[in-house]
């Protein structure tokens, strides 16, 4: 089983794919989250990146591609994975096809993710306080949902057309949503 969590920055897609991650012991590979350690080390990735990402912009695919290609090939995600963050441009989707496709797997389940925008902006101006994150600024914020409605919606249609996307409602108690998840999964 391969799952894709997809929807705006602010759309729970960390919260909700760590539930599900957990529940069928699958892997869950973040790229956020690979990102933030990097920039933490100081290793030369996580140089590159540190601008893009405090601006709320997108990291370039020339960075991205192979950052992923080495998360697909982790030996842990062979029986499947929960992919959090990526891919997130057409490019990045279709080297997750290829590499994928290459090795008789394909995604089986894309969650979308759905919250209103005024939810969101609410949601990560009260995670700003909260975590501090330094992509977490107004000017941050707004850029990043609009590169995710320009750069990462369009994928959306992408997956559509292969009848794997379930739009989840993101609205509710992390319980409900849960719950949701569940029943489109199956188990
Ligand atoms: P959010 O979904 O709230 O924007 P993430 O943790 O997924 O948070 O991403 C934070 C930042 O990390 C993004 O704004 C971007 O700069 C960078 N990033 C994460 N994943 C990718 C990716 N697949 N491609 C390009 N940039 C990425």
Do not use: C, N, W
Request: glycine content about 10%.
């Amino acid at each position: 089983m391969f799952v894709l969590i997809l929807g705006a920055p602010g759309a729970g897609k960390g919260t909700q794919g760590k539930i599900l991650a957990d529940r069928l012991s699958l892997v869950k590979i973040t790229t956020g989250d690979i990102l933030r350690a990097a920039v933490k080390a100081g290793t030369p990735i996580g140089q590159d990146a540190k601008k893009f990402m405090d601006d709320g912009k997108l990291v370039p695919d020339s960075i991205i591609l192979d950052l992923i290609k080495a998360e697909l090939a982790d030996p842990r995600a062979k029986q499947g994975a929960v992919f959090d963050g990526f891919p997130r441009t057409a490019a990045q989707a279709e080297l997750v096809d290829r590499v994928m496709g290459e090795r008789g797997q394909r995604l089986t389940h894309v969650l979308l993710l759905d919250v209103p925008e005024e939810e969101l902006v609410r949601r990560l101006h009260g995670r700003a306080v909260l975590e501090g994150r330094s992509d977490d600024t107004p000017e941050a914020i707004r850029t990043r949902l609009q590169v995710y409605q320009r750069d990462t919606a369009p994928l959306i249609a992408h997956y559509a057309q292969r009848g794997v996307v379930h739009r989840v409602p993101g609205t509710g108690s992390v319980e409900q949503i849960t719950g949701e998840i569940q029943r489109i999964i199956g188990r």
